[in-house]
């Protein structure tokens, strides 16, 4: 059973980025994360991760829409 929630370097590892990329991406409010314990421990919902994954699918989708490929004249 995978863990309900994830430390950012294991979000990171998922997403292919660094560390501090998604430190940015949850102080931004562009990621839903919680803080936890004494020390503010940032933890990721896999299920928010998920949500942000087809988020950005949508988002990138309406993006190639927008702005499709041409073909460059001809030489």
Same mark, same amino acid.
């Given at each position: 059973? =995978? ?6 370097? !294991? *979000?990171?590892?998922?997403?292919? *980025?660094? !560390?501090?990329q998604v430190y940015?991406? *949850?102080?931004?409010? &562009?990621?839903?994360?919680? #803080?936890?314990?004494?020390?503010g421990q940032w933890? *990721? &919902?896999? %299920?928010?991760?998920e949500e942000y994954? $087809? @988020? #950005?699918?949508? $988002?990138? %989708? !309406?993006?190639? @829409?927008?702005?499709?490929?041409? =073909?460059? !004249?001809? =030489?």
């Amino acid at each position: 059973m =995978e863990p309900r929630f994830l430390l950012l370097s !294991d *979000v990171a590892a998922e997403l292919n *980025v660094s !560390d501090s990329q998604v430190y940015h991406m *949850v102080r931004s409010g &562009e990621l839903p994360a919680i #803080k936890i314990g004494g020390r503010g421990q940032w933890r *990721v &919902e896999r %299920a928010r991760l998920e949500e942000y994954i $087809e @988020r #950005k699918y949508a $988002e990138t %989708a !309406d993006w190639v @829409r927008g702005n499709p490929l041409t =073909e460059r !004249d001809a =030489e």
